[in-house]
């Protein structure tokens, strides 16, 4: 295929990288990419993400549509380098792969790709999944990311998985024989009928078969979901919080201890396999979205723009394709971000990570007030530093080890500190240069 010869020069392996150290500059016409695959063969009893179960799908519209708005979107945000590509939704390894070779394609016509650009696939790990893995590696997925989930049978079921644990771990094994070192998990706790114990046992189960990288994540009762009404009918029961406390700082010494770096609040990663597509996130870097339902923070520079907009694509699959057809894109939603609104990502987001936000890094987005004079002054901040929660040095601002299993209720302080000291006294200043609407624009 003619695409493929062209890929592999830009795209060729997950890049390998000391954790944290990507790019510490903030590039305008740098991005990542996020695809969003709407599809599922079901839905999943606790997930209340936009997904759709189809009775049939059209792959050859589907593909020209995500080709379109990939198209699109890189010509209004006018960017030239694409750092990372991410396929998520709904079960992306429901696509076809051709699918995948197109998206990297039409990004390949329009921009170019970092040097070794991480390119990460989703998979469920049915034996459909499995079967598609060696197709997807020929497309140029360099990367997967395998929603495990549990080990457990009957977890799996009340989650309404639609596979077992010996298919996932059959999917792992062609993962890693694929693309070695280059393959997550993700695994949930905080389970129904979950114990501590069980969980360790899980969890070490896990850890004999997996890659360089995990991904921790305590289940979240979703409104509107089936478990969300059998826990509120009593038909099960989920672990408390101090026990789900106990589970969540016993996976990350038993992930310590083998040699797993925790990088951000539920990520793990040995022999510096993080995700850098993740970091780009938490680095508040430019990310395009394309897909149904799809989210994406840059600057519109073919429109004049000079402030980051947050975007929403159209939800609903037809609709969005329709519009797709109609007008290049389908973007639902546009929100210009204030100044206070893009340092709350960045302090938001950062602070997930372990190494934190550094002097340099605030500074980008920041240059009139520095962390000390924003925080540093504060007495709560003060207080926190005392108890050893934040750090506070030459480094820059961060959480202690202790300090990142509570972030919930640190940002709450941070984050009200940080609008006491940008809040103008004018009312507007804040929510200046907004658009909003049920329906916005670009042509």
Known sequence: MPWRGLFQRYVLKCPVTEAGEVSRRTYAHEASLYVHWPYCLKRCSYCNFNKYIPRSVDHAL???????????????SQVSRITSVFFGGGTPSLAQPFTIAAVLETVLKHAQFSANAEVTLEVNPTPGGKARLRDFVAAGVNRFSIGMQSLNDSSLRLLGRDHSPKEALQTLSEA??????????????????????SWQSELEEVLSVCDDHVSLYQLTLERGTHLFKQVQLGEVHVPGDDVTATMYKTARNILKNLGFLQYEVSNFARNNAVSTHNIGY?????????????????????????????????????????????????????LQLSHLELLEEVLVMGLRMNEGISHLHWAEFSPEANLQQVFGVSEDFQQMQQRG?????????????????????ILPMLLLRLEMFFKKPAASAATAGRTHGQRERDD
């Open 62 to 76: 589907m593909t020209q549509s995500l080709q379109r708005e990939t198209q699109t979107l890189l010509h209004i």
């Open 176 to 197: 890693r024989t694929l693309c070695p070192g280059r393959v997550s998990v993700d695994v949930m706790f905080g389970l129904p009928d979950q114990s501590e114990d």
């Open 282 to 334: 938490w680095k508040a870097q430019q990310y395009i979205g394309v897909g149904p339902g799809a989210h994406g923070h840059f600057v519109p520079h073919s429109l004049q723009g000079v402030l980051r907009e947050a975007r929403t694509q159209t939800l609903e699959p037809d609709i969005w394709i329709r519009e797709v057809q109609q007008h290049g894109h389908a973007t639902r939603r546009r």
């Open 389 to 409: 929660h934040l750090i506070l040095d030459d480094g820059g601002l961060r959480c202690s080890w202790e300090g990142l299993a509570l972030m919930d209720s």
